[in-house]
């Protein structure tokens, strides 16, 4: 079989992204949302434990809210987005404290900018459940990385956050907030709620069950050795919250966060 052939020009990638870019980019901001501040960066950044002079991959970067963090360490931080508006607002606001290149994560080895074997560790931050199909996604991120490497993904929990498919319900009897789930085996393609953008448009995230990602990994020679349930849980109640949502949060994950180290 023949390898993939090298880009020597810009690539071109089709994504629903761009349209609702500058949606994202006014969602996010140059620091991250809420939820990238008070969970996600930190449970990546705790999963990934990044040193001194390494080099970081982060695949599907989007306007790049991690950059700054990377770089703070001393580490080197390289980011990979199918949206070249957010690319854009990327390179606007943290173009210092990185690298962003153009590209579809689902073929990494065509990217001129980026070598085999070449990165300490890969990232998804909230963006492994927008790319299909998995197991290209996956291989193309182990090519990236270097043997003993790392891949840190987080992501919406897909055990009780199934979009569509799951929602809050209230137990009057036993005035309890539940999780309910109406599907999770099956693998689906969900249209996310249209938002608004230049030109509007509407993404797709795609649900998968936990095996998928476990066994997707596997298959790539990433053996998994931490994993993380992350709540939507601040220390004291939220004014108003009640006894039984503040048990809800606490209880409930709402982001998974998966490492596996690349098998020598």
Not at 63 to 79: E, H, K, N, Q, S
Not at 172 to 195: A, I, S
């Amino acid at each position: 079989m023949r390898p993939p052939k090298r880009q020597n020009r810009k690539p071109g990638v089709r994504t629903s992204w761009d349209p609702v870019a500058a949606w994202y980019q006014g969602m996010v901001g140059e620091g991250g949302s809420k939820y990238h501040r008070k969970f996600a960066i930190p449970a990546i950044l705790d999963l990934l434990a990044p040193q001194k002079r390494e080099h970081m991959l982060d695949i599907g970067c989007g306007p790049g809210p991690l950059a700054p963090f990377i770089a703070d360490v001393g580490a080197r931080y390289t980011g990979v987005d199918a949206s070249e508006r957010l690319l854009r607002f990327a390179r606007q606001h943290h173009g210092n404290a990185g690298r962003f290149f153009l590209g579809d994560a689902r073929k990494l080895p065509t990217l001129d900018a980026l070598q085999a074997n070449s990165f300490d560790a890969v990232i998804f931050l909230l963006s492994i459940q927008d790319m299909d199909p998995l197991d290209q996604v996956l291989q193309a991120a182990a090519w990236a990385l270097r043997d003993s490497g790392r891949i840190v993904l987080l992501m919406t929990h897909p055990c009780f956050r199934v979009p569509r498919q799951s929602g809050w319900g209230w137990d009057e009897g036993r005035k309890l907030r539940y999780r309910r789930v109406d599907r999770y085996l099956t693998p689906l393609p969900v249209p996310m709620k249209p938002h608004p953008g230049d030109q509007g448009g509407v993404t797709r995230s795609f649900h998968r069950p936990l095996s998928a990602y476990i066994n997707g990994l596997s298959a790539c020679g990433l053996l998994i050795d931490q994993v993380r349930e992350i709540p939507k849980h601040e220390e004291g109640k939220t004014a108003g919250q009640s006894r039984a949502d503040t048990l809800a949060d606490q209880e409930i994950p709402l982001f998974l966060g998966i490492r596996a180290v690349k098998r020598s």
